[in-house]
């Protein structure tokens, strides 16, 4: 059972009428190569009743500040928010530099226990639960969404009504020859200029869907963590590439204001579709 840590820290959002509270908690999960307990990041709204949720998965880096806006901006609009560390319960700092490993498919029993432990909560509507990934995560996001074609050990049965995946791995780890049953409702969103994770992989891998209805919107201009605010756009010459000839290395990463900006609106919209709003 969930132990919620002893700290809670109120919120001001500028400009808002919203007030928020924060609260660090563990959730514990289990995946086919571990039992586990992952911290995260409880973001509650602030008013009565029980809402709609989403959990945020973040990318190869941790849990960051682009996370936490997330967190921030979707409890803003009155959903609860739990963004969830894979890493800190394996003793894992990143994977972006291929000096650690976490696959993406083992997240999505991650995620998996995040909507479980979330669906217990008297403060929350266990039907009306999302999931949003970015990059490993939304990699992670998109293997919780899929059945995949003759797999014998396919990821848990969905708990959740709807998924965005930003700027996801669309090769799904060098899996191009597999066709997808999409199990609920999802939205794909990546940058044009993404030299990480190409949008013509995730253009690639639309004609291999089926099941529920998929899209796809690509940003012109935008490279790969567009929506991250306090990011500037820069070269990172460290991080593995599999795009790159030998697998390595370096990749575009900044912000896109114009992308972020119509992100957000989708993400409300994608929301009050499948979820019916907060």
Not at 46 to 68: K, Q, Y
Not at 209 to 226: D, I, Q
Request: proline letters at 7%.
């Amino acid at each position: 059972m969930m132990r919620a840590l002893l700290v809670a820290l109120a919120i001001a959002l500028p400009g808002t009428g919203w007030a928020q509270s924060m609260t660090q908690i563990e959730v514990p999960a289990r995946t086919p190569k571990a039992t586990l307990t992952l911290g995260a990041e409880l973001y509650r709204p602030a008013g009565e009743g029980p809402r709609a949720a989403v959990v945020v998965m973040h990318g190869c880096g941790g849990l960051a500040t682009t996370h936490r806006t997330w967190g921030k901006v979707l409890s803003e609009k009155g959903y609860v928010v739990l963004v969830l560390d894979s890493f800190g319960g394996r003793n894992v700092k990143e994977v972006c530099t291929g000096k650690q490993n976490v696959e993406a498919r083992e997240r999505a029993w991650d995620a998996d226990a995040a909507v479980q432990w979330l669906g217990t909560q008297p403060f929350v509507k266990a039907d009306r639960i999302a999931i949003q990934g970015h990059s490993h995560g939304g990699a992670a996001v998109l293997f919780a969404a899929f059945l995949e074609e003759g797999d014998r050990t396919p990821t848990p049965p969905p708990r959740f009504k709807a998924v965005t995946a930003f700027y996801p791995d669309c090769t799904l780890r060098g899996r191009t020859a597999k066709k997808f049953t999409v199990r609920v409702p999802l939205q794909i969103l990546v940058g044009e200029a993404d030299d990480w994770t190409p949008a013509d992989k995730c253009h690639d891998l639309m004609p291999r869907l089926s099941g529920a209805p998929a899209s796809l919107t690509t940003y012109p201009g935008a490279y790969h963590s567009f929506d991250g605010v306090s990011i500037k756009p820069r070269y990172r010459e460290d991080v593995r590439n599999r795009n790159k000839p030998g697998g390595c290395c370096g990749a575009w990463i900044g912000f896109n204001e114009p992308a972020y900006r119509d992100s957000v609106a989708r993400v409300e919209a994608f929301l009050l579709t499948h979820l019916g709003g907060p």
